[in-house]
Structures are given as C-alpha cells and as structure tokens.
C-alpha cells in the first residue's frame, strides 16, 4: 500500500534526483548494519548543552525560512564520512552528498517547513531527540496532490556523535500521517 501512495523512495523524491540517492543509499548501506544495532555508547559522554549545541545547527536545516547555507552547516557539523539511516537494511541509508542534495530539495518542496525539538536525551556519545515538523508543500508531495494543507509530524533521531560532530543519524519520520492530513 505505500508503494502505492508514492512514499517507497521516501523523502529521496524531495531531491529530484532518485536514480543519484538510491545508489548513494545502496552505497551507504552497509554502514547503518556495521554497529549491529548494539545501543551501548562508544564514545565519551556529553552534557545537554554540548550535545544541543552539536545539534542545533543540524536541525536549523530544517527551518527553510531564514536557514543557512545547507553544506557550510554540513562542514560545520557533520563528520566527513556521515551516514544518515533510515533502517538497517541495504538501501534504508544516505551518505553525506545524498543528505545535503535531499536537505537542498526541501526548500522547493515545502518552503516554509520548520522544525522543532520538543525532547532531547543524551546517553554517552548518543543524542536522541524527539520533534516536531510543519509545512505546507508548494505543489504535490510524495505523490499526493497539492491542497494547500499544512502537515504536522512527529521525529525520534538518535545521532552518533564523534569528535564534537554528527557521524551518524538513525532516524523516523511520520510521513504517512503527512500524506494523510494533506489528504483529508
């Protein structure tokens, strides 16, 4: 049923360029399994400060109005070999230049989204954080037609943090519950 609503390629259809993403994504692939899921955190801790001052320029990418330049913030924060995950299966990953192509993307797509965090924990070297996303796609969105609604979707990411930068993101987004509030 997803497949049918045009949401399979997730997010990699902001970005306009899905043949690019996928094989960035196949590419990456192996390095969302390489910690075999193990939660244990392997770096040194972090203070809440620290770890919202890492972050905060990571999620300010996803406040269109006002943000800035997606890869001065990508080498402000994000470790070289950064690897964004959405499962741990081949294929579920980004690679750095997948990310900030996808991250570019959004502007067009829904050009007044903005992001919140609502809950931030740390564990070590771990940050999980809970949030908040809004937006009004410009024209149709994940192959649903454009109505001129406003979407409001819950996040949960756990970034890996390495060397005072994001080395790696597993992360959730409620996509379906967009689709169905721009649908109602």
Known sequence: ????????????LLSGSVAK?????ADAGSECQASGGNPTPRGPALS????????????????????RDVRSVFAEVMAPDFIGCTGDR???????????????????????????IKELFVAGDRVIV????????????????????????????ILTIRNGRIAKTY???????????LRI
């Not at 997803?2 to 399979?8: E, K």
């Not at 579920?92 to 990310?99: F, G, I, L, P, V």
């Open 1 to 12: 049923m997803l497949a049918r609503l045009g949401i399979t390629a997730g997010l990699v």
């Open 90 to 116: 081949p294929g579920e990953s980004r690679d750095r230049e997948a990310t900030v192509h996808l991250l570019e993307g959004l502007a067009t797509q829904v050009p007044d989204m903005r992001f919140e």
């Open 48 to 67: 809440e400060p620290a770890a919202r001052a890492i972050v905060g320029p990571w999620y300010s990418l996803f406040t269109i109005p006002g943000r």
């Open 171 to 181: 992360h959730l987004e409620n996509w379906l519950g967009a689709l169905q509030q």
């Open 130 to 157: 809970r949030g908040e996303a809004t937006g009004t796609p410009a024209a149709d969105f994940l192959g649903t037609p454009h109505t001129g609604r406003q979407f409001r979707i819950m996040t949960i990411d």
């Open 21 to 25: 993403s996928q094989q960035a994504r």
